[in-house]
């Protein structure tokens, strides 16, 4: 008897572990730029990388698409 019980509560353990990885991914929202990325950026790298030309740093510039995704040459 104490093996069969000890049976069932592992396998009660495992389906509510189961589901509650399931419920906790679905209910995830899928990543926003403007709403999950933008407010990092803003808060870590702007104050260095933003709009400022006198202020910026390595003429990086992360507040702008093209910006962020420029190709920097090692030469400049």
Not at 8 to 17: P, Q, Y
Not at 20 to 45: E, H, M, Q, W
Request: hydrophobic share 35%; charged share 30%; proline share 5%.
């Amino acid at each position: 008897m104490p093996r069969l019980r000890t049976l069932f509560g592992n396998l009660f353990r495992f389906v509510v572990l189961a589901l509650g990885t399931t419920v906790a991914s679905a209910s995830a929202a899928p990543v926003d730029y403007g709403r999950d990325v933008r407010p990092i950026l803003s808060d870590k790298c702007y104050h260095c990388h933003g709009p400022d030309e006198s202020g910026r740093k390595a003429k990086l510039r992360f507040d702008t698409r093209d910006g962020a995704f420029r190709v920097k040459n090692d030469s400049t």
